[in-house]
T-cell receptor
Framework: SQQGEEDPQALSIQEGENATMNCSYK?????LQWYRQNSGRGLVHLIL?????REKHSGRLRVTLDTSKKSSSLLITASRAADTASYFC??????????FGAGTTVTVRA | NAGVTQTPKFQVLKTGQSMTLQCAQD?????MSWYRQDPGMGLRLIHY???????DQGEVPNGYNVSRSTTEDFPLRLLSAAPSQTSVYFC?????????????FGPGTRLTVT
């Protein structure tokens, strides 16, 4: 069974707007990762946040983690057409296995 | 570096046929894994390996075999293809165990079983 669930399933925004998506998970974790997948391509790693971190930034990306609520959010600021993709959170319920959610599909309109 | 490569890119099989999906990485990563991606399901782990000679099952291993004779290669074998194995298959690698390190993904193999 999948550990993580993203919300919303789909998101459509205007270029320049911010996009926020959430990930909830079921069991305690050591780390949480976010990945991007462009249509028909493999996944690309965006950011990793450890369980003892609350917030992390990378360029236009901001990730938060609330272990008490078992949730994380990914914020993309000032979106561009190139941000159109599916975004997945991945958690590590045990050391060797990474569990992915079903993803949020983001469409950025010009 | 080529990163993670997968062959073939596309494949059509008839029910009952067998085949091997190839995966190779040139980053000297110890950890490699295979996922399948179905619409609305995200990625599900099939098998993984923490080093040459060591493999273990993931979430959906039935109908698939793996072996890891070298650090670079991690082939996935479909023993007797079934329509339920129609999916996109991704291979991934990382320096260490799945959660602690970023995963590098291959471009995927789109498999159709008729």
């Amino acid at each position: 069974s999948q550990q993580g669930e993203e919300d919303p399933q789909a998101l459509s925004i205007q270029e320049g707007e911010n996009a926020t998506m959430n990930c909830s998970y079921k069991t305690s974790i050591n780390n949480l990762q976010w990945y991007r997948q462009n249509s028909g391509r493999g996944l690309v790693h965006l950011i990793l946040i450890r369980s003892n971190e609350r917030e992390k930034h990378s360029g236009r990306l901001r990730v938060t983690l609330d272990t008490s609520k078992k949730s994380s959010s990914l914020l993309i600021t000032a979106s561009r057409a190139a941000d159109t993709a599916s975004y997945f959170c991945a958690t590590d319920p045990n050391d060797y296995k990474l569990s992915f959610g079903a993803g949020t599909t983001v469409t950025v309109r010009a | 570096n080529a990163g993670v490569t997968q062959t073939p890119k596309f494949q059509v099989l008839k029910t009952g046929q067998s085949m091997t999906l190839q995966c190779a990485q040139d980053m000297n990563h110890e950890y490699m894994s295979w996922y399948r991606q179905d619409p609305g399901m995200g990625l599900r782990l099939i098998h993984y390996s923490v080093g040459a000679g060591i493999t273990d099952q993931g979430e959906v291993p039935n109908g698939y075999n793996v072996s890891r004779s070298t650090t670079e290669d991690f082939p996935l074998r479909l023993l007797s293809a079934a329509p339920s194995q129609t999916s996109v298959y991704f291979c991934a690698s990382s320096y260490g165990s799945g959660g602690t390190y970023e995963q590098y993904f291959g471009p995927g193999t789109r498999l159709t079983v008729t």
